[in-house]
């Protein structure tokens, strides 16, 4: 794995246009940088990536299993209660999911280590399913790459056939919070991916999703929705007044509400107590887990909510070393050992591994200047070359 300096394209400006994205003269195009690449070889994308992706999917999968039979894991990832049976029978029904995302801390050499799982809420799709694809094919013909280069993004494809393969009948709703817009664009390109798929579907805002008087969800033109994406943590709707309603609406979800244990930070600790010692997990604790000590005085801490890095810290030999700000935390942290990014020419890439419908399908890096990738990382695109 190498960091490769590179010249922008001569037309990234005409071409950020096409795309929809901002270009500003002094920056380029906000949060995504081409003046370097990174380059793995194609090992490092099957074994170092790839095959630890697919086990710690399949350790996910078992660790839903256990939940069927053990009340505590809702307990200690605070779901309410309410929804306990809610989530397990979604598990225990198989409801298909969509896609996620795992972030790893990997340099090339050794093992990549986990250090979260975006299994609801994940963004920067497009960048990495289109935009450094495009990236790719136009830095080839301008001989700014080798010919003999390839790219790990078999996203578009595979989210595609996700959507054929799903079983939605009638009308798809998608929703987010509009004027948030890294989940607007997102939600946007999965609604071009469904359409084509063939699917009907209506895009609208979360505050836009009402109830009629048979307690079932309905759009702005008293639609009923039955099917709906939505990125929008399933913690928080279960805190909205309208997600009392979820046992009855009949609605069938993209992500499903199993993805509520898999999204919470608490899963760290729990795959670590199902599977100690694997090579693709560092250990980790809830905070109130007396076992906690055993990190001395080196580790990262984490509320089982967040977004973008905020409210995470990392303590270093007793000290805090970096630490972000957030709304987040009220709910509990986990701490986790640390193990931190790569770095390469003074900047720290966060290694994410696509999943779509449970397989590998695309990297993204996101590169930031500090070992906490917050929201103002940078994209930077990838090639694989022996």
């Avoid at 048979?214 to 033109?221: A, S």
């Avoid at 990262?300 to 987040?328: C, H, M, T, W």
């Avoid at 591994?353 to 906490?372: D, F, K, N, T, V």
């Amino acid at each position: 794995m190498h960091r490769i300096p590179v010249v922008e394209r001569p037309d990234l400006k005409k071409t950020a246009l096409e795309h929809g994205y901002e270009y500003r003269t002094d920056v380029g195009i906000p949060y995504w940088d081409e003046t370097a690449y990174y380059r793995f070889t194609l090992r490092q994308i099957e074994k170092g990536i790839e095959k630890p992706a697919q086990e710690i999917n399949e350790m996910c999968f078992q660790l839903l299993d256990r939940a069927l039979a053990d009340e505590s894991i809702f307990h200690k990832l605070r779901i309410p209660k309410a929804y306990w049976s809610y989530v397990a029978d979604s598990w225990r029904n198989r409801e298909k999911d969509l896609y996620g995302r795992l972030d790893f801390s990997y340099g090339g050499a050794g093992d990549a280590k986990l250090l979260e799982y975006n299994a609801d809420t994940p963004t920067t799709l497009y960048e990495s399913a289109i935009f450094q694809w495009v990236w790719f094919e136009e830095a080839k013909a301008s001989g700014l790459i080798s010919q003999d280069c390839d790219q790990f993004a078999e996203l578009h494809e595979d989210l595609v056939t996700a959507f054929r393969t799903m079983g939605i009948d009638g009308l798809l709703h998608l929703a987010c919070l509009r004027d948030i817009e890294d989940d607007r664009e997102t939600v946007r390109y999965l609604e071009e991916c469904a359409q084509e798929a063939g699917l009907e579907t209506q895009f609208l805002s979360m505050r836009d999703i009402g109830i009629d008087a048979r307690e079932r969800f309905t759009d702005l033109d008293d639609r009923v929705i039955t099917t709906l994406f939505k990125l929008y943590p399933w913690e928080w709707v279960m805190e909205e007044e309208f997600g009392r309603y979820l046992v009855t609406s009949g609605v069938r979800f993209l992500e499903p509400p199993w993805k509520a244990i898999l999204s919470n930070k608490g899963l760290l600790p729990l795959l670590w107590e199902m599977f100690e010692g694997h090579p693709n997990l560092l250990p980790a604790y809830f905070e109130s887990d007396f076992r906690a000590g055993a990190l001395s005085d080196s580790y990262v801490r984490k509320p089982l909510f967040s977004r973008q890095g905020a409210n995470i810290e990392i303590v270093r030999d007793g000290k805090s070393l970096s630490s972000n700000d957030g709304p987040y935390g009220g709910e509990g942290h986990i701490v986790q050992s640390f193990h931190p990014l790569p770095e390469f020419d003074g900047k720290f890439p966060l290694v994410g591994c696509w999943m779509i419908a449970g397989r590998p399908a695309g990297l993204s890096i996101r590169e930031g200047r500090s070992l906490i990738t917050g929201e103002d990382a940078n994209f930077v695109p990838h090639v694989i070359l022996n």
